[in-house]
């Protein structure tokens, strides 16, 4: 019989739950950036080997919600750590636990639920002296009793690689729920929407990111040239916020298409042509209608 459950990485913004999932699958599913709320949508990636087949669930970082948007985040997050097997819960390496991480620990499954509940405390590279962690985890201790509490650096493999053998040996015995070589339950046109939506993450500023929606219109064969045509959309909140993603003499939009075409290219493994607009849909992150067109459904 082989192992089976599903895992989610919870915690704050920019702690590095995209960056462990992906060092998990070895895969750029999830987007990462230097700048908070950057995951919108809980994402499952899906790793089969021989022995077990763990489904990582990336929800979208806790915190206190300010629109719509915010709560469906909030909800999402939340319902992921109800239907889990096992909970990482993710923090950065800090001196003290932050009122955030104890919001976070006071959310997480009672004891009696019988959930496994791992701490990982993130981004130790940045520690010199490692003791310096111990008051941290001493005191994490004490206000719940994770069955692990494990200091990483996610963008090393290798402890990557420690901390899966460490989840295997929680995972409960049972029956695959996804074919042995599906990857993850998005679908490509999800995937490719992210990966554009990073870039216009990475290269704009200020309430730009927030307001940014990626909607792939269109993918196909192109029979002459070889390859895909890909044309996408990205919406903004304001007029402002169109003329700084298209850029002076529209060279912003021209950056984020050559990096968000060599990441896709990558990703599919084939040749693309990038066709992208810019649109502006006036407050969708308040409508429910916007919301639901975007792909933001509850
Ligand atoms: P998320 O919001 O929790 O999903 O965080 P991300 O995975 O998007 O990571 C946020 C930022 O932290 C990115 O710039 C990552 O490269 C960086 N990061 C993640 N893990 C580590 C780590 O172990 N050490 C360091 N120094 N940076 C990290
Ligand atoms: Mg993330």
């Not at 029979?223 to 850029?247: C, F, H, P």
Request: hydrophobic letters at 35%; one cysteine or more.
């Amino acid at each position: 019989m082989r192992r089976s459950g599903f895992i989610a990485i919870s915690g704050q913004p920019n702690v590095g739950k995209s960056t462990m999932l992906n060092g998990f699958l070895k895969e750029k599913l999830a987007i990462i950036s230097e700048r908070p709320e950057t995951t919108r949508d809980n994402i499952r990636g899906i790793l089969t080997d021989k022995e077990c087949q763990i489904i990582f669930v990336d929800t979208p970082g806790i915190h206190k919600p300010h629109d719509l948007l915010g709560k469906l985040m909030l909800s999402r997050a939340q319902s992921s750590l109800m239907e889990s097997d096992i909970v990482i819960f993710v923090t950065e390496k800090r001196l003290a636990l932050n009122e955030n991480d104890r919001n976070i620990i006071e959310r997480l499954p009672r004891p009696e639920e019988d959930k496994k509940v791992i701490l990982v405390i993130n981004k130790v590279d940045k520690v010199k002296d490692k003791k310096l962690l111990l008051p941290i985890i001493e005191e994490a201790g004490k206000l719940y009793p994770f069955n692990e509490i494990i200091p990483i650096c996610a963008l090393d493999q290798s402890d990557i690689e420690k901390l899966l053998i460490i989840i295997k040996s929680y995972l409960p015995e049972g029956p695959l729920f996804y074919p042995e070589e599906q990857l993850t339950d998005k679908s490509e046109h999800f995937i490719i929407q992210e990966l554009i939506r990073e870039k216009t993450l990475v290269f704009t500023y200020e309430e730009v990111p927030h307001s940014v929606a990626v909607v792939v219109d269109n993918i196909e064969r192109d029979e002459d040239k070889g390859g895909l045509n890909i044309q996408a959309t990205i919406y903004v909140e304001r007029t402002s916020q169109k003329s700084i993603i298209i850029g002076k003499k529209g060279e912003m939009i021209k950056r984020i298409g050559k990096e968000a075409r060599s990441d896709i290219e990558k990703f599919l493994g084939e040749h693309i042509y990038l066709d992208l607009w810019v649109k502006v849909k006036k407050k969708w992150k308040k409508d429910p209608g916007a919301l639901e067109e975007l792909g933001y459904t509850d």
